[in-house]
């Protein structure tokens, strides 16, 4: 991806062109089929020279703004951005190298979450930094329950 292509050409065009040529109607779908996926692992699946991360990422809020369900995708990319950094879960011990992949977590989820959820997004990371989750926790979608209570549904 390093010649740019993935900036040349219509993206939105290119990104549905690719979705459903996989069978789903939507990035929504397509992501939601994979639920663990990195944004980048989600790019390389639909064009790994031409499709980039972060446009994905802009599909996917796109479609959960059309939708009214940007909370349920900020849980999702929270999701993401767990299962990169801790792919083993949790960890039991926060020493300084789980501090550190678990700031990277909560970190990327937080840059990527929109300005209209930042506030809920900050009190989400101070709250599972102050109670953390089981040892081991691994949120498999973004419906899952810890997830659901500290960031439940608000959109109409």
């Not at 290119?14 to 089929?33: I, K, P």
């Not at 970190?107 to 089981?134: C, I, M, N, Q």
Request: glycine share 8%.
């Amino acid at each position: 991806m390093s010649d740019g292509r993935a900036w040349q050409g219509n993206v939105k065009a290119r990104l549905c062109e690719r979705v459903r040529e996989r069978g789903y109607d939507s990035l929504t779908a397509f992501a939601n089929a994979r639920p663990t996926a990195s944004l980048v692992a989600l790019a390389d699946e639909l064009g790994r020279d031409d499709i980039a991360g972060v446009q994905v990422l802009s599909g996917l809020l796109a479609e959960a703004e059309q939708r009214k369900q940007v909370t349920r995708f900020v849980r999702d990319v929270l999701v993401r951005m767990l299962c990169q950094s801790l792919p083993n879960g949790w960890p039991a011990v926060l020493n300084d190298a789980n501090r550190f992949k678990v700031a990277k977590a909560l970190g990327s989820w937080f840059a990527y979450t929109p300005e209209t959820h930042k506030e809920r997004a900050d009190k989400v990371g101070d709250a599972l930094l102050a109670t953390p989750p089981p040892p081991g926790w691994r949120p498999l979608g973004p419906d899952d329950e810890l997830l659901l209570t500290l960031l439940p549904d608000e959109e109409a």
